[in-house]
């Protein structure tokens, strides 16, 4: 995957995970809720990941 790819995907599992962890709260429900987390600190790494290989030229 592309540096670019990798940055997309990230914002992309950051927004979906932000919108179950907010309707877990709305909700009461604790599972939506860690889901949520899981899914933001997902995005986060793969943001870092196209990060990193915008760093080193995408040779990773």
């Known amino acids: ?4 790819t990798d940055k997309a995907k990230g914002a992309a ?6 919108a179950k962890d907010a ?7 604790k ?3 860690a ?3 899981v899914q ?4 986060a790494a793969q943001n870092l990941s196209g990060s ?8 990773v």
């Open 1 to 4: 995957m592309g540096e670019l």
């Open 13 to 18: 599992n950051k927004a979906a995970g932000a």
């Open 23 to 29: 309707v877990g709260k709305m909700t009461d429900n």
């Open 31 to 33: 599972k939506l809720q």
């Open 35 to 37: 889901e949520g987390k």
């Open 40 to 43: 933001k600190a997902k995005g």
């Open 52 to 59: 990193v290989k915008s760093a080193l030229g995408d040779k």
